[in-house]
Nanobody, 127 residues
Framework: QVHLVESGGGSVQTGGSLRLSCAAS????????MGWFRQAPGKEREGVAA????????AYADSVKGRFTLSKDNANNILYLQMNSLKPDDTAMYYC????????????????????WGQGTQVTVSS
């Protein structure tokens, strides 16, 4: 049973930082690509960042490049998203997701290709 559990969300002011964590279990961590998505009220779910199965390639949405950084702790099966210089537009529910299969560069931001999802963690940035 694949299981993803997010944590680390919270409320911060503009310019603040948060680190989200996604603890993964139930499969071989290094055989899947993983990503973070977010969804704000009334908006579609959007890809924020993703890392491929061997950790050699990452991808980021233009809106977060230079501010957000992905990292993996393979020993403990944890995916992190370090979020700096947060803005009110970053306010959303953030979800961790995992998928098997290739075409990472083309598909990383497509929520429909991800097989497994966590329950989400709320990030709120106030001005």
């Amino acid at each position: 049973q694949v299981h993803l559990v997010e944590s680390g969300g919270g409320s911060v002011q503009t310019g603040g930082s948060l680190r989200l964590s996604c603890a993964a279990s139930g499969y071989t961590y290094t055989t899947v690509s993983m990503g973070w998505f977010r969804q704000a009220p009334g908006k579609e779910r959007e890809g924020v960042a993703a890392i491929d199965s061997d950790g050699s390639t990452t991808a980021y949405a233009d809106s977060v490049k230079g501010r957000f950084t992905l990292s993996k702790d393979n020993a403990n099966n944890i995916l992190y998203l370090q979020m700096n210089s947060l803005k009110p537009d970053d306010t959303a529910m953030y979800y961790c997701a995992a998928r098997t299969g290739g075409a990472f560069a083309r598909l990383w931001g497509e929520s429909g290709v991800y097989h497994y999802w966590g329950q989400g963690t709320q990030v709120t940035v106030s001005s």
